[in-house]
T-cell receptor, first 111, second 112 residues
Framework: DAGITQSPRHKVTETGTPVTLRCHQTENHRYMYWYRQDPGHGLRLIHY???????DKGEVSDGYSVSRSKTEDFLLTLESATSSQTSVYFCAIRQGENEQFFGPGTRLTVL | QKEVEQDPGPLSVPEGAIVSLNCTYS??????FMWYRQYSRKGPELLMY????GNKEDGRFTAQVDKSSKYISLFIRDSQPSDSATYLC????????????FGTGTRLTIIP
């Protein structure tokens, strides 16, 4: 499982509330990613990080921000959650040139 | 039109059969190709990774890439009920772009 944990694993929240999801890795990988997975869309990249305090946008970054203050932790924040952000969120790390390994996921429901 | 197309299935085959899963793509810049397996309510698990064209074999799994046709395949030999899962193809280009483009997945069931 590449030493990746995500928390919380499930969350139900209300529209307009802030939400922070955490990804934690134990193997000192430089690259970390946040994806969302939705039916009919597959996995889509939200943001990624290539080092402490180094982050960049993916293809669906609107409404999301990220932070990485330590190598092992990559946080995804929804500043004001909307129903369209109901999804399953996966964190991933990169090992080698291209191989990405995924965490167990966080199931988020925004009511 | 999506950059990567994958038949969602569902695909049901009897145990022991050879399974063929496929993706087509439109972006000729894609150079790296991956197959992931995802069990229900779990994270994707990397199965196979290939660079450019050709075949790669790992146990019962064979990945094929045909760049001239923009077509990739995953073959599963001697399929087992434990192979029942959703299979995702993914690919990326060679330009320092971190984005992996995924297919939507094919749901496979192996019938005992």
């Amino acid at each position: 499982d590449a030493g990746i944990t995500q928390s919380p694993r499930h969350k139900v929240t209300e529209t307009g509330t802030p939400v922070t999801l955490r990804c934690h890795q134990t193997e000192n990988h430089r690259y970390m990613y946040w994806y969302r997975q939705d039916p009919g869309h597959g996995l889509r990249l939200i943001h990624y990080s290539y080092g402490v305090k180094d982050t960049d946008k993916g293809e669906v970054s609107d409404g999301y921000s990220v932070s990485r203050s330590k190598t092992e932790d990559f946080l995804l924040t929804l500043e004001s959650a909307t129903s369209s952000q109901t999804s399953v969120y996966f964190c991933a790390i990169r090992q080698g040139e291209n191989e990405q390994f995924f965490g167990p996921g966080t199931r988020l429901t925004v009511l | 039109q999506k950059e990567v197309e994958q038949d969602p299935g569902p695909l049901s085959v009897p145990e022991g059969a050879i399974v063929s899963l496929n993706c087509t793509y439109s972006n000729s810049a894609f150079q790296y190709f991956m197959w992931y397996r995802q069990y229900s309510r779990k994270g994707p698990e990397l199965l196979m990774y290939t660079y450019s064209s050709g075949n790669k074999e790992d146990g019962r799994f064979t990945a094929q890439v045909d760049k001239s046709s923009k077509y990739i395949s995953l073959f599963i030999r001697d399929s087992q009920p434990s192979d029942s899962a959703t299979y995702l193809c993914a690919m990326r280009n060679n330009f320092g772009n971190e984005k992996l483009t995924f297919g939507t997945g094919t749901r496979l069931t192996i019938i005992p």
